[in-house]
């Protein structure tokens, strides 16, 4: 699987952004997914997670109520919708694929990330 994110850019705080990654291969549908971040000085953490099927996600505390993951599997397309950004959202954002649930922790596929999409919020 092979991925490309994209959709980052400036925005005020408050503001809204989409991100999207386009997976290639036929085993994209198959694997739970998800979104890491890396801001500056800091380690990549996980953002959002969504099962193969999307019947259940999870988010970091931090984006609760403010962040929507999504996939259509029919394009091999996954979302991240963005609300009420706040400046402490601005990293480095990374496409996740071919993961997998233990419980309700996500573990990530290794060896297939997006190039990352740059977010920055301004205050």
């Known amino acids: 699987v092979q991925l490309v994110d994209s959709g980052g850019g400036l925005v005020q705080a408050g503001g809204s952004l989409r991100l999207s990654c386009a997976a290639s291969?036929?085993?994209?549908?198959?694997?739970?997914v998800a979104w890491f971040r890396q801001g500056p000085g800091k380690q990549r953490e996980l953002v959002a997670a969504?099962?193969?099927?999307?019947?259940?996600?999870n988010y970091a505390d931090s984006v609760k109520g403010r962040f929507t993951i999504s996939r259509d599997n029919a394009k091999n397309m996954m979302y991240l919708q963005m609300n009420n950004l706040k400046p402490e959202d601005t990293a480095v954002y990374y496409c996740?694929?071919?993961?997998?649930?233990?419980?309700?922790?996500?573990?990530?596929?290794?060896?297939?990330w997006g190039q990352g999409t740059q977010v920055a919020v301004s205050s």
């Open positions: 996740n694929a071919g993961g997998y649930y233990i419980g309700t922790d996500y573990y990530p596929g290794y060896d297939y």
């Open positions: 291969g036929s085993t994209f549908s198959i694997n739970a």
């Open positions: 969504i099962t193969s099927a999307g019947t259940r996600t």
